[in-house]
């Protein structure tokens, strides 16, 4: 597509319930990066993947966050038991390939925890 | 990890002023990208510039890779130029890392 797409844009949903979060990158881009962002803690690295695998999950805050990327394109960010604390915004980036090109942010996904 | 420290936090300028950002880095990178966030929160990548001077329109970027810093110049500023400046920086490992920030306010 033309842009870096993720939905839904918002989701408002109960403490201790899952949520998907979905990224769906330009096309061609092979690397593929989540980001988010909260009023404490700035912006965070979550995870990238390199076509399909993910080489350093070391971002992802604890083991109820989890992503995975088919096909080498869209990828999905699953958070399991949500919290509180999980509010934030989550951004999505795609690039040619990994290290030295710019990256395209889509508009990201509001998440509520209530 | 490397840390990114960005000044100033907050800039107040009339619609016409330039102005200069900065961005100081604590170690050597090999990306370093800038980012405007508008107020509707959408990230836009302005340069990727690890070293070297680009620009483009009324914006340009330089980035002294031996001394660990870059700056964003934004000339005869509008107020569509208003929302948040990032300066990110990466040493290699694909995670980029994200300075706090310059909260930039272009009253006309």
């Known amino acids: 597509g033309a842009g870096v797409s993720q939905s839904p844009s918002n989701k408002v949903t109960e403490k201790g319930k899952d949520v998907e979060l979905r990224c769906d990158p330009i096309?061609?881009?092979?690397?593929l990066y989540w980001y988010r962002q909260s009023l404490g803690q700035g912006l965070e690295f979550l995870i990238y993947f390199q076509g399909n695998s993910a080489p350093d999950k070391s971002g992802l805050p604890s083991d109820r966050f989890s992503a995975e990327r088919t096909g080498g394109s869209v990828s999905t960010l699953t958070i399991q038991r949500t919290q509180q604390e999980d509010s934030a915004v989550y951004l999505c980036?795609?690039?040619?390939?990994?290290?030295?090109?710019?990256?395209?942010f889509g508009s990201g996904t509001r998440l509520t925890v209530v | 990890g490397i840390q990114v420290e960005q000044s100033p936090p907050d800039l107040i300028l009339q619609e016409g002023a330039n102005s200069t950002l900065r961005c100081n880095f604590s170690?050597?990178?090999?990306?370093l990208q800038w980012f405007h966030q508008n107020p509707w929160g959408q990230l836009i990548n302005l340069f990727y510039?690890?070293?070297g001077t680009k620009q483009n329109g009324r914006l340009s970027a330089t980035t002294v890779a031996t001394e660990r810093y870059s700056l964003l110049y934004i000339s005869s500023s509008q107020t569509t130029d208003s929302g948040v400046y990032f300066c990110?920086?990466?040493?290699?490992?694909?995670?980029?890392?994200f300075g706090a920030g310059t909260i930039l306010r272009v009253k006309s």
């Open positions: 170690d050597s990178v090999n990306n």
């Open positions: 990110a920086v990466d040493k290699g490992g694909n995670k980029l890392v």
């Open positions: 980036a795609s690039s040619l390939i990994t290290g030295n090109y710019g990256y395209t």
């Open positions: 510039i690890p070293s």
């Open positions: 096309s061609g881009h092979t690397a």
